[in-house]
């Protein structure tokens, strides 16, 4: 029986869906077990503060979070949650789950991958790599799963104490930058039998929306051509050029990109431009994003784009197959966990920042060009619909959302101005910034976990968003088949290359008190004029 099809019953019959066997409390007993909640989260700051700079130290790429894994892991099962570890046939990603008896089943999602090229030793306010060429936290993806480690905990030992009935799940966005798990989580069916997800991604505020988000889906697609190789000076009549095909399938596609709507985003790197100049290449491959605010469009763009790499190998007498990377669906947030959490943001409001992290952020604008502003003193307003749709990034989150109630907690622990997938977003990433952005967002998160925990008719009231508001016209349609597997080995080679260089780094907080300390950063560390 399907979620949907159960709370339409549960309806008919007046029934909550999790009511069974919970403990009533009193609007007085669950704020004052909120105010206890977020007060153990700021206790374990420091094992938040090590969590995050931790993670930021491995510096690992989409798939191959093979350490950041490992020890993300292994402090969830010292704290008692069952992992299941390779779930979707991906090596690096885990499900872990802690149960309490009957009660609501919520998940907790965060991405853990970082961005390449981004290598940056933290708090030090100009670009200074650790690993020059190394990858590096340049989105801030070190902070997530700490956050969301940090909140369970803390609702875990109240749940404990108070015989609260319910069950924490704790996942991973593997490869989130590559948009590619969150849609083979959903088609594997993981999220059946939850009844919502919070996901929370590092921002320079503290905020959440409800609705469909601006921003855009994609489908991530390889092309790949294959000829025939002959010499290119010797012989070059009898080569077919796959190279050629996919420089043409580019010209093609560029030439389309004027008779795209405004809304739509596509973009590319070429993957294999062949061996050396002196053989005609038999290989040739070109990786596309293609993006839209709708699903249809994307899967418009997916169609076109198919029909233009058809035309290129019957141009170059070449052949043509594509494989899909990853995908991401529109994400939808739903309105009563986003209502809910927001007036908790409205109760824990935004961390104190000191001199040193003001002076920091200032700086880091300077060198960046922006407005040199400063990090944010006041908090913004609850995300709502916009009257226009607006195009920009994608995150495979939306996957998630149009399977279960969802929103995104977005915390501050980043610097407002900054260009985004940059060595600049990686310099507050293990500073006292994120430590403190994490601990604000991880109170909102617990507060959050246990309204929901305590009172079941909002469990209700986000199915009620769920099934008829936000799929009452749409239905969510997988972009991948049971015959796509998830491109794990992806960025293998870039991690075997810089690793040994990056162990070198590892946080070792049985030494330091903080990464900075082990590194000999002096917070913050400026430009000399």
Sequence with gaps: ?????????????????????????????????????????????????????????????????????????????????????????????????????????????????????????????????????????????????????????????????????????????IAEELVAAKAWYTRDGLFEGVDLCIFTHVSNNLGVSWGQANGTGLISVEYTFSGDAAHSAGAPWRGKSAADAAELMNIGWNYKREHLHPLKRSHSVITDGGDQPNVVPSKASIWYYFRDVKYDGIMEMYEQ??????????????????KVLGTAWPRHFNKTIAETMHANIQNVGLPEWDENDQTLAKAVQKEMGSEEKGLATELVDLGVPSEEIRSGGSDDIGDISWVVPTVTLRFPSNIPGLPGHHWS?????????????????????????????????????????????????????????????????????????????????????????????????????????
């Design 305 to 322: 784009a198919n029909n233009i790499a058809k035309g290129a190998a019957l141009m170059t007498e070449t052949t043509m197959d594509y």
């Design 1 to 173: 029986m399907t979620k949907k099809v159960l709370f339409s019953l549960c309806l008919l019959l007046g029934v909550s869906l999790v009511a069974f066997g919970q403990k009533k409390f009193s609007p007085k007993q669950i704020e004052a077990l909120k105010t206890e909640v977020a007060q153990v989260v700021q206790d374990n700051h420091k094992q938040s503060q090590m969590m995050v700079d931790k993670i930021f130290s491995f510096a690992e790429l989409g798939f191959q979070e093979i350490e950041s894994s490992k020890y993300l892991t292994g402090v969830l099962e010292e704290n008692g949650f069952e992992i299941e570890t390779g779930i979707s046939g991906i090596p690096t990603a885990w499900w872990a789950t802690w149960s309490n008896g009957d009660g609501p089943v919520i998940a907790l999602g965060s991405d853990v991958d970082n961005i390449p090229k981004a290598s940056q030793y933290p708090g030090v306010a100009f670009h200074k790599p650790m690993v020059e060429g190394a990858p590096g936290h340049g989105e801030g993806h070190n902070a997530g799963i700490p956050l969301n480690i940090t909140a369970a905990l803390a609702v875990k030992e109240i749940m404990e104490r108070e015989n609260i009935g319910g069950t924490l799940i704790l996942w991973p966005g």
């Design 425 to 529: 977003n990686a310099i507050a990433m293990a500073t006292p910034i994120a430590h403190k952005g994490v601990t604000q967002g991880a109170k909102v998160e617990a507060m959050t976990i246990l309204d929901f925990l305590l009172q079941p008719e909002l469990v209700d009231q986000a199915w009620d968003y769920f099934n008829n508001v936000q799929t009452k016209e749409e239905t969510y349609k997988p972009m991948i088949t049971a015959d796509d597997d998830p491109p794990i080995y992806l960025n293998e080679g870039i991690m075997n290359q810089f690793r040994p260089e990056l162990e070198k780094f590892y946080y070792d907080e049985t030494k330091y008190d903080t990464y900075l300390e082990q590194l000999g950063v002096t917070y913050p560390t400026l430009k000399k004029d």
